[in-house]
């Protein structure tokens, strides 16, 4: 019933040059999800800011939330910047409400989450 | 519109994780025929969704024998949805999750769910079971709340 979860590593340029790494994720995001959301942040380059995509997930559970909460401690021992972009209105809300946005930044788009950096 | 009061819609759940999404779709598509609007038919989305993992998860411990009930029940004024297990039902209420807390490594990342039913749902309460009776949790969705 779950959707497997992908993820995609990408690079863009933020205004000032810098290159910035985008994690994009796909399908779920849920218990099952770990080893791909984990894993894959674990190899990105900690010394450059990353932007979360999550405008092509179609679902996601408090466990998953809690996965996205790992994703930003880790971010935090390394001094990383880590943002957010392509969360549904409700999923805004809830990030909210539980307390992300104190660590990481959600933004409507791509093109905002960039321009924030 | 489709008459919708006074109906229930019942679901049963193999005891497996995703398949609290087959409630969500159900839930969306009542909701909807009452009238809710996209974003309180989300909120009821997820919070059942949550409710279906602890019912799965906790109250029939993953056993692939049990089956997870869910009631839908339309009203006038309200939605309401049982999600019924065959455990004996919560001790006690988790406190708010606190995000400094889970950051530091204090609290653990999970254990949100309750406070995510809690917050965006009308109403929502743990019923403890009985002897030989499972457990369930009620939640309530109002459509007054659009027009205040």
């Known amino acids: 019933m779950q959707t497997e979860t992908k993820a995609k590593v990408d690079e863009v340029l933020a205004a000032n040059g810098r290159p910035v790494t985008v994690l994009r994720f796909t399908g779920d995001i849920s218990s099952t999800s770990r080893d791909t959301v984990l894993g894959t942040y674990e190899g990105v380059v900690k010394s450059r800011p990353v932007l979360i995509d999550f405008s092509k997930v179609e679902y996601i559970n408090s466990s998953g939330i809690a996965l996205v909460i790992q994703m930003l401690m880790e971010a935090s021992k390394a001094d990383q910047t880590i943002a957010a972009f392509g969360l549904t209105p409700h999923f805004q809300k809830v990030f909210t409400m539980v307390g992300i946005t104190k660590y990481a930044a959600l933004h409507r788009d791509e093109a905002t989450a960039i321009a924030s950096l | ?148």
């Not at chain 2, 919708?4 to 025929?33: C, D, N, Y």
């Not at chain 2, 009203?75 to 001790?91: F, P, Q």
């Not at chain 2, 809690?118 to 457990?135: C, F, N, R, T």
Request: with cysteine; aromatic share 4%; net charge negative.
């Open chain 2, 1 to 148: 519109m489709v008459e919708t009061r006074g109906t229930a819609v019942e679901v049963k759940l193999p005891s497996r994780l995703g398949f609290e999404k087959v409630a969500m779709g159900t839930a969306a598509s009542v909701a909807k025929l009452m009238g809710f609007p996209d974003d309180r038919i989300e909120d009821l989305k997820t919070a059942l969704a949550e409710a279906c993992i602890n019912a799965i998860e906790h109250g029939n411990r993953l056993d692939g024998s049990l089956c997870v009930g869910v009631i839908l029940s339309a009203s006038d004024e309200a939605l309401e949805v049982k999600v019924m297990d065959t455990g004996s039902g919560i001790t006690k209420t988790p406190s708010k999750p606190d995000i400094d807390r889970k950051m530091h490594g204090e609290e653990d990342p999970r254990g949100m769910g309750m406070f995510l039913i809690q917050s965006l749902v009308d109403e929502a309460e743990w019923v403890k079971g009985s002897p030989g009776k499972g457990s369930y949790v009620r939640l309530v969705i109002r459509l007054a709340k659009e027009s205040e």
